[in-house]
């Protein structure tokens, strides 16, 4: 990999990290210093790594360069200096250089502690996504200013005030106590599922960027798996959603970079290993009574690895859509249901139902209609085909659409 | 939105005891109605199933079991829906299986207090 495609990837793997053990370090309220100063290592590594050619362990060269700057910051700082001096004594030698320890368990334990305090129940839902997606994932504004459909000075604005909001808090960088763990496990697991949803749904064309979105909300969950505080089934469950949805990643993008729907998808490309994680981390999920939609999602996630159609496997996610939505209503689940009901009851049925959702500004909801008229009213499924084709957002979609509206007319 | 009540009203001496695997089906009919109306975003609360088992209190501190076995019509269970209307209520109360064992379905608007 050259220089420049070497940094934004490393930009978003260890950006985090760097910035997560500094801000443990020196405390939430100075958050900035953090990011800056590690911001500052990359932009280091652009110019370095474009004149004189790349080191030989890129991640090395990037943590002693943001320990130096760290170090030289502290030192030069008078305002920091004071400030921090007292607190972080006891991790002051003679010399009076502070530690700074960027080993792969000091980082877990921080990344851990950072992801509590971003997806702090003060902190607005809006500004702990855009947050998680700077601090957790280390993703540039551009891709933030994306997800968001929103410009980058939005975003920058959206994020400085997220970070004000941190420090007049002054939420501690540490686990919440066993008391409070499960309601605050509750809005971080939140963030992971969005997190994980902007990846493998968003609308964006860059296949690689959203593959890491997905990696890296896996990432986080499986961080909660690790800890035994935050081990709850919960966690789990979304993680075996997580690693059921993405053994088809490969398979969801011809060679052309063009959608492939699940019926046209070459099976043997699913990838297994994911599969199995996912059954694994169900199975932990399931040692408890708990059913949260996560497990009923993962469940349903289960059925569509496999591929064979089956009575008993559309009955089986309706009635877990069923669950799922006297758990909590969505659209989605509300036209996934549909859908499922069309593979039990028929499309006649399936029809009379979905004509009920009052879902009729969703490009989606007239694809399914689309789709449940094909073979029963063409004329009926080419017009919802078109109505989807003038609502749909990307061209990805508009593309899939057309190809329906194509084999409809044939 | 308003919000409804459904009261669901059947005979106990009408329902025939059934096996596991009827009472699975019937299990179904009831998830796939309340699921129907849960996938137009109009069930507010799913409810409960109630026992037939009942105590009636009276004035002058009159306390009597409840004599359900003798009302053709006990109340078994209900369910809070929102719809625009009582006709809208009505309509979304047409697929509940309780109809399909002679049972009935009451709706009762709710007056906020």
Redesign the interface.
């Known amino acids: 990999m050259a220089a420049h495609e070497l940094i934004p990837h490393l930009f978003r793997t260890e950006y985090q990290k760097i910035t997560a053990v500094l801000c443990r370090l020196f405390g939430i309220e100075h958050i900035e210093i953090a990011e800056d100063i590690t911001s500052d290592a990359f932009l280091q590594a652009a110019e370095t790594w474009g004149l004189h050619g790349m080191p030989e362990n890129p991640t090395a060269w990037l943590y002693t360069v943001a320990k130096n700057k760290a170090r030289n910051y502290f030192r030069h700082d008078a305002v920091f200096k004071e400030k921090i001096a007292r607190q972080l004594k006891h991790s002051i030698p003679e010399a009076g250089e502070i530690e700074i320890d960027l080993s792969p368990a000091n980082i877990r334990d921080s990344q851990l502690q950072m992801m509590f305090a971003v997806c702090h129940p003060s902190i607005p839902a809006e500004a702990q996504i855009g947050l998680a997606l700077r601090i957790l994932c280390g993703f540039g504004l551009d891709e933030i200013a994306s997800a968001f459909l929103a410009n980058k000075e939005t975003i920058n604005k959206r994020l400085t005030r997220a970070r004000e909001k941190l420090r007049l808090a002054n939420i501690p960088v540490a686990l919440p106590d066993e008391d409070a763990i499960h309601s605050r496990l509750e809005t971080v697991l939140t963030t992971l599922y969005l997190l994980f949803n902007e990846g493998y749904c968003s609308q964006g064309q860059d296949m690689i960027l959203r593959k890491d979105l997905c990696l890296e909300a896996m990432r986080l969950a499986l961080l909660l798996t690790e800890n035994q505080l935050t081990n709850t089934p919960e966690a789990n469950a979304l993680l075996s959603l997580m690693c059921f949805h993405a053994s088809r990643f490969d398979a969801r993008i011809d060679t052309n970079g063009n959608a492939v729907l699940y019926d046209d998808q070459d099976s043997s490309l699913w990838n297994k290993e994911l599969i199995d994680k996912g059954k694994f981390f169900l199975k932990q999920a399931s040692e408890s009574n708990i059913i949260s939609k996560y497990h009923i999602e993962a469940c349903i996630a289960y059925w569509h690895t496999q591929k064979n159609d089956s009575i008993h496997k559309w009955?089986s996610i309706?009635?877990l859509?069923?669950?799922l939505?006297?758990i909590e209503?969505s659209p989605i689940?509300?036209l996934n249901?549909?859908y499922a009901?069309s593979k039990t009851e028929g499309k006649e049925a399936a029809i009379a139902?979905a004509e009920?959702?009052?879902l009729d500004s969703h490009h989606l909801y007239h694809t399914l209609l689309g789709n449940l008229y094909t073979g029963v009213d063409q004329g009926k499924a080419i017009h919802h085909l078109q109505k989807a084709f003038s609502l749909a957002k990307s061209a990805a979609d508009k593309k899939t659409i057309l190809k329906q509206i194509d084999a409809c007319e044939a | 939105m308003k919000e409804f009540l459904l009261l669901f009203r059947s005979d106990p001496k009408l329902v025939p005891a059934r096996s596991p695997e009827e009472m699975e089906k019937m299990m179904k009919k009831w998830m796939d109605w309340i699921g129907g109306i849960a996938a137009q975003n109009k069930l507010t609360d799913r409810g409960n199933r109630l026992g037939q088992e009942g105590k009636v209190l009276k004035p002058g501190n009159v306390i009597t079991d409840g004599p359900y076995m003798e009302i053709k019509e006990a109340i078994g269970g209900y369910t809070l829906i929102k719809a625009a209307s009582f006709e809208e209520a009505a309509e979304l109360s047409k697929g509940c299986p309780i109809l399909s064992v002679g049972g009935t379905v009451e709706v009762r608007e709710i007056i906020a207090m």
């Open positions: 009955e309706l009635q859509y069923n669950q939505l006297l209503y689940a509300a249901r549909t009901l139902a009920k959702l009052d």
